[in-house]
């Protein structure tokens, strides 16, 4: 058990760059910070509860338009909730992610970029702030690379881990919402599923379906994903069909669905439901094949591994499919506000329901992702600017450094249209600009000589 407080920090907020003057009179009100000092005051609001599905694509889900029948339990609770169409994570890989879900700050400003970093000790969490404020928390994280060797543990009561693909997670989350539910609560419960190796219920639920289609891609020289070749780690039977493994993927969802829905009937027979924040979302999605990607994630900066779902079902606020372009880095912000809690001192995110409510369409996203030199993308809801700036990285792309897309006409990030005179290439590039000039801190440390997370590396594809 962790109780710490918070640094504290003088220093201003960064101010997102933006169009119109709309921004001028939000940003007081979306990312305004609590005093430094002594710690605010606060008291608990409604409990809040996170469901993180690792490595789920929001097109996968028929809440966000996919086919395929992948998430029934997700889909009706889609319909109670604030559907954000355009979410991204900061960037695709599970470590940085949720550190920046749970600080609300870009995993570039402090040197959390790869998975198995460890947390700077400093770095202001939700979960602090609410267990200041009287929570009582509990976490049960499926992922080796967030549990407590990282620093994922701090702020919590309760945390545990299970590395298990199935039922047996939700079963321990139950058992440790059982030990908090009598006080207003925090509950995270992250499910591995469908992270790689793909080992569904039933391997043969898609298989037969109007989207399984014949493909041979050779299966490349390396454990994990690379560009080009299937990665060994997904490796059934000796099958080189990419569909084959995009249909197992999705089995893999409908089983994850299955459980989320069963924690979900037990947030509403214990009558929880409905005075809880409940978030569903994803950490980053996963590469089946676009741009010639298969099955991994952070390496290349395309949004099928960048896109994720999230979804709010808030106490007394009407269902509503949202437009407006959101990150992770906005969860803490929003959550805290939509509770009546105190902000964190210091945010890269906005309180979401604010800004829906005050009318706000569209915002620049920028998101990272790549292992040597960033790779660092702008966006707004029509359109995106990548620029690429490692040389290894140019040889298997496009070989530009920079590519343009019109994402409302072109959501695939097939035709590249950089260099075209768009006047909204132009201004994302001013943007980008800007980025480029925040400070980077120094790479966070890894667990290097731990045997028995180099095996669950391994087993998740991030080693050889």
């Not at 469901?51 to 809440?63: C, F, K, N, S, Y």
């Not at 298989?207 to 289609?213: R, T």
């Not at 299955?258 to 569903?280: F, Q, T």
């Not at 591994?305 to 880095?329: E, F, H, K, Q």
Request: aromatic share 8%; glycine share 8%; with cysteine.
């Amino acid at each position: 058990m962790h109780r710490q407080q918070p640094l504290c920090t003088s220093r201003p907020q960064r101010v997102p760059r933006t169009r119109g003057t709309l921004w001028l009179a939000l940003l007081a009100a979306l990312t305004s910070a609590t005093g430094c000092g002594s710690p605010p005051a606060c008291e608990p609001g409604h409990n809040i509860v996170w469901i993180v599905v690792d490595t789920l694509r929001a097109d996968h889900l028929g809440a966000y338009g996919y086919p395929r029948d992948t998430s029934p339990a997700i889909d009706a609770f889609a319909r109670e909730s604030q559907t954000f169409r355009n979410a991204y994570t900061p960037r695709p890989k599970t470590t940085p992610a949720m550190a920046g879900a749970f600080s609300g700050r870009a995993p570039s400003r402090y040197g959390v970029t790869d998975v198995a970093q460890t947390l700077p000790p400093e770095l202001p969490l939700l979960t602090e702030r609410l267990q200041n404020c009287g929570y009582a928390t509990g976490a049960i994280v499926s992922n080796a690379v967030v549990d407590h060797r990282f620093g994922f543990d701090r702020g919590f009561d309760h945390f545990r881990k299970k590395h298990d693909r199935g039922g047996a997670v939700t079963d321990e989350a139950l058992a440790v919402l059982s030990e908090i539910e009598t006080e207003p609560f925090f509950l995270w419960v992250h499910y591995v599923k469908p992270h790689v190796p793909y080992k569904p219920a039933d391997d043969a639920r898609f298989m037969d379906d109007g989207l399984f289609a014949v493909e041979h891609v050779p299966f490349g020289d390396t454990y994990h994903a690379t560009f080009g070749s299937l990665p060994r780690v997904i490796e059934r039977e000796g099958q080189t069909n990419p569909h084959f493994y995009v249909a197992l993927y999705d089995s893999e969802i409908r089983d994850v669905d299955a459980e989320v829905g069963r924690l979900l009937d037990e947030l509403r027979g214990r009558k929880l439901l409905d005075s809880s924040l409940v978030a569903i979302f994803s950490d980053h999605g996963e590469s089946l094949g676009d741009q010639g990607y298969y099955f991994g994630h952070g390496k290349f900066p395309y949004d099928s591994t960048a896109r994720v779902p999230l979804l709010l079902r808030v106490p007394g606020r009407s269902p509503a499919r949202i437009d407006l372009p959101a990150t992770l880095l906005d969860l803490p912000a929003t959550l805290l506000a939509a509770a009546g809690l105190p902000a964190l001192e210091e945010t890269d995110g906005i309180d979401l329901l604010a800004a829906v409510d005050a009318g706000l369409t569209d915002r620049t996203i920028i998101t990272e992702s790549g292992f040597r030199k960033p790779q660092i993308q702008v966006r707004r809801r029509d359109a995106k600017l990548i620029y690429v700036q490692d040389e290894k990285d140019l040889e298997v792309l496009r070989g530009n450094p920079y590519e343009f897309y019109r994402t409302d006409a072109d959501p695939g990030e097939v035709n590249d249209l950089a260099g075209r005179g768009d006047p909204a290439e132009a201004e994302l590039r001013r943007e980008l600009e800007a980025w480029l000039e925040v400070p980077r801190a120094p790479k966070r440390p890894k667990l290097e000589d731990d045997q028995r997370l180099k095996k669950q590396l391994r087993a998740l594809g991030y080693a050889e």
